[in-house]
């Protein structure tokens, strides 16, 4: 079973815009991650919030985390044809495992 | 550094045979997780293993094995293949628990 459902499940942008896509999940965390993945390749990790925290940004990239509504947002800012990928919510219940949601996946039109 | 390498890339099996997929770990990276793609169920946890020990396994039968060596390699095998086992296999290395993961390619796997 998934511990994380984001929404939405697929989000079409012109390049320039931004996109935001959210997480949501059951139970108590350690931290939360988001991946990205190109055409069924390796996942690429993009940033990691700990349970802390409430905000971070990498490049483009911002993420919250509220954790008393379980849940988190990636927002990508003034997107790029590059950024065309399936996005993942992971998230890191210090069981050695990550547990990953059912993905969004971003096209960006040119 | 060099990144996360497995090995095959790709592979064709039939049911009833088995299979083993390679994970060669970041250097220094001490914990490796096995995860299972495929379209109806997405990234599935597999295992984890840290210094040779399997701490976590994920809900998968007991046809889904793996090991970890001294120098941090890991395995994993699939015995008496099934049809729904095609999936691609994503290998990832973490330093320690509670850090970002780097993934592999991954090995796709078709079981015919």
């Excluded at chain 1, 992971?90 to 971003?106: C, H, I, M, Q, R």
């Excluded at chain 2, 008496?80 to 509670?98: I, V």
Aim: hydrophobic share 30%; charged share 20%.
């Amino acid at each position: 079973s998934q511990q994380g459902e984001e929404d939405p499940q697929a989000l079409s942008i012109q390049e320039g815009e931004n996109a935001t896509m959210n997480c949501s999940y059951k139970t108590s965390i350690n931290n939360l991650q988001w991946y990205r993945q190109n055409s069924g390749r390796g996942l690429v990790h993009l940033i990691l919030i700990r349970s802390n925290e409430r905000e971070k940004h990498s490049g483009r990239l911002r993420v919250t985390l509220d954790t008393s509504k379980k849940s988190s947002s990636l927002l990508i800012t003034a997107s790029r044809a590059a950024d065309t990928a399936s996005y993942f919510c992971a998230t890191d219940a210090d069981d050695y495992k990550l547990s990953f949601g059912a993905g969004t996946t971003v096209t960006v039109r040119a | 550094k060099a990144g996360v390498t497995q090995t095959p890339r790709y592979l064709i099996k039939t049911r009833g045979q088995q299979v083993t997929l390679s994970c060669s770990p970041i250097s220094g990276h001490r914990s490796v997780s096995w995860y299972q793609q495929t379209p109806g169920q997405g990234l599935q946890f597999l295992f984890e293993y840290f210094s040779e020990t399997q701490r976590n396994k994920g809900n998968f039968p007991g046809r889904f094995s793996g090991r970890q060596f001294s120098n941090s390699r890991s395995e994993m095998n699939v015995s008496t293949l099934e049809l729904g086992d095609s999936a691609l296999y994503l290998c990832a290395s973490s330093f320690t628990s509670g850090n970002e993961q780097f993934f592999g390619p991954g090995t796709r796997l078709t079981v015919l």
